[in-house]
């Protein structure tokens, strides 16, 4: 799996980014997992075609120090279907500029 990590975070930052996630995201009922919509824009053709599959999302994981953002476009009807996929250059931009914003909003030590 193609990610992107960001790790040696502080207990305090960490709490920061749960606060944020727990506001902000899709959460999934597994414990620092959290899935961020892919804003209809940054869809490719294939997946705005695929209405039945949207919302498009990226996941994102918290655990102790890391925080773990996947770079896997997944439809909100699962992964068996061709509109899932490794994100393109536009949407991994966007994916990027996300966790940066993250972590300009927080303020986090990194």
């Known amino acids: 799996m193609r990610s992107l990590l960001i790790d040696e975070l502080t207990?305090?930052?960490v709490a920061k980014i749960k606060d944020y996630l727990d506001s902000a995201a899709l959460t999934t009922g597994v414990r620092?997992?959290?899935w961020i919509t892919l804003?209809?824009?940054k869809l490719s053709s294939l997946q705005k075609s695929h209405m039945d599959c949207q919302p498009h999302k990226f996941a994102v994981e918290l655990d102790d120090d890391w925080l773990k953002v996947e770079l896997l476009?997944?439809?909100a009807?699962?992964?068996r279907?061709?509109?899932c996929g490794m994100a393109d250059q536009e949407q991994r931009a966007h994916i990027l500029a996300w966790a940066d914003?993250?972590?300009q909003r927080l303020?986090?030590?990194t």
Request: aromatic fraction near 4%; charged fraction near 35%; include cysteine.
């Open 107 to 109: 303020d986090l030590a």
């Open 101 to 103: 914003d993250l972590i």
């Open 81 to 83: 279907c061709e509109c």
């Open 32 to 34: 620092g997992l959290y």
């Open 39 to 41: 804003p209809e824009e």
């Open 11 to 13: 207990p305090k930052d």
């Open 77 to 79: 009807a699962g992964l």
């Open 73 to 75: 476009i997944r439809p």
